[in-house]
Antibody, heavy 116, light 109 residues
Framework: EVQLVESGGDLVQPGGSLRLSCAASGFPFNVFTMHWVRQAPGKGLQYVSNILSNGNTYYADFVKGRFTISKDNSKNTLWLEMGSLRAEDTAVYYC??????????WGQGTLVTVSS | QSALTQEASVSGTVGQKVTLSCTGNSDNIGTYTVGWYQQISHGAPKTVMCGNSLPSGIPDRFSGSKSGTTAYLTISGLQPEDEADYYCSTWDRSLLVQVFGGGTRLTVL
């Protein structure tokens, strides 16, 4: 059974940092593209970043230079290092794995709240 | 403004067939598989279609198709539990990002 379990969400002050984790199991982690997607309160799904099986990374414009995606294939874990956090980064953050452009599985999400 | 265009809302009665659409361009829908995701009461998204492939556990009243740069999700025999927000998404080879539609709120009357 495929499982994606996010953790690390918290209340953080504007300008602060946070590291999200996504523990994966039930599939060959090193083969798939992994994503972070977020959803702000009352809004739709929004792409944040993804990392290919070869390690290439991509980011939405609004997080470039502030967020860093990484993974450890030996630990089956995906991370999102978030810096210079803003109020508008408040959202539930989901990790997911994709194949040929479609999400196969999603995690349950972790809530990040940026507020003073 | 979302890169993929979806209807804001669609409604249907129990047992009816409804079709949701998702329009993009040749760099996204025209090239890659489109996924459809169901979200109930802002819970975690659930994949209900990958292209025209039905994930395990999803009822076969759900079906997917694509014509050119528009993808479709059809629900045949609408059920009350199908009431949800539905999002489409795929990769964009020009923007080099995953693009999403703004979501369609499906109401079962």
């Amino acid at each position: 059974e495929v499982q994606l379990v996010e953790s690390g969400g918290d209340l953080v002050q504007p300008g602060g940092s946070l590291r999200l984790s996504c523990a994966a199991s039930g599939f060959p982690f090193n083969v798939f593209t992994m994503h972070w997607v977020r959803q702000a309160p009352g809004k739709g799904l929004q792409y944040v970043s993804n990392i290919l099986s070869n390690g290439n990374t991509y980011y939405a414009d609004f997080v470039k230079g502030r967020f860093t995606i990484s993974k450890d294939n030996s630990k089956n874990t995906l991370w999102l290092e978030m810096g210079s956090l803003r109020a508008e980064d408040t959202a539930v953050y989901y990790c997911g794995r994709t194949q040929d452009g479609s999400f196969l599985d999603w995690g349950q999400g972790t809530l990040v709240t940026v507020s003073s | 403004q979302s890169a993929l265009t979806q209807e804001a809302s669609v409604s249907g009665t129990v047992g009816q067939k409804v079709t949701l659409s998702c329009t993009g361009n040749s760099d996204n829908i025209g090239t890659y598989t489109v996924g459809w995701y169901q979200q109930i009461s802002h819970g975690a998204p659930k994949t209900v279609m990958c292209g025209n492939s039905l994930p395990s556990g999803i009822p076969d009243r759900f079906s997917g198709s694509k014509s050119g740069t528009t993808a479709y999700l059809t629900i045949s025999g609408l059920q009350p539990e199908d009431e949800a927000d539905y999002y489409c998404s795929t990769w964009d080879r020009s923007l080099l990002v995953q693009v999403f539609g703004g979501g369609t709120r499906l109401t079962v009357l």
